[in-house]
Each structure stands twice: as C-alpha cells, then as structure tokens.
C-alpha cells in the first residue's frame, strides 16, 4: 500500500494506469470529513465498506459478474483511485453453421471504470457541499 502513495506523490495525471486514476481537488478539505463523504458515496452506489482508516476508504461491489475493490486516498489536494477487480466472461465457439459449439466461462482481471467514473462524479458534486 505504501508505494501507492509514492505513486500519489510523484504522479499529477489524471489517469496513472488502466486501475489507478487520480483527480485533483481545487481548495484543501479537513480529512475526516473527506473521508466521511468518501465513505457515504460509496454507500450511496451500493457498495460495501470494507475498510475505512487514516490512509483511505476501500469498498468493495460484486453485481452482475463483476468483483472489484476501490481504494479511495485523499493527500489534501488530490484523489486517488486504485481499482482492482474481476469478471466473469463466457467465451462462446461457433460451428461452421452459426451456432454455439460450445462455451466456456473464464474470469479476467477488470476494473470498472464505469463505476470508478460514477463514483468520482458523485465526490466532485458532493466535495462542493464541505
């Protein structure tokens, strides 16, 4: 976890990876309320909070196939969203007449940045409000 934020510190995009996004905050909050807000968001979307300390609210979600974990880490002037996650995929082969000739079900590694999106477009909106 402690190179996340070497990552938090020296990174300034807005998208690091295919599953670490950060999002910079224009005026400076009190951190607690930060991550209470954070907290609620995440409630909010259907998600389950799984670990809220001093370093970051982490939630996790499992809807429609998809098991991902968000971490969320507040440094005063920026947001960092690590995402990890899965999905289950069924991989279909096809005979020579169309039809299905078999299918097979495989899980892949896969953040949803959907659902990422959603929850930084929700933070925004509310961040206005503290």
Partial sequence: MRYIFILFILYSSTVFSDSVFIEKVTTSFDKPK???????TF?????????????GVMATINHRGVDATVTIYFSGQSLLYACKGT???TRRKLSAGGGVKSASKAIIDYCPKKWVANLKSDLAWLLQDI
Avoid: N, T
């Fill in 34 to 40: 930060v991550y209470q807000v954070i907290e609620q």
């Fill in 43 to 55: 409630i909010d979307r259907g998600w389950r909070v799984a670990k809220h300390d001093g370093e």
């Fill in 87 to 89: 999905r289950e995929v």
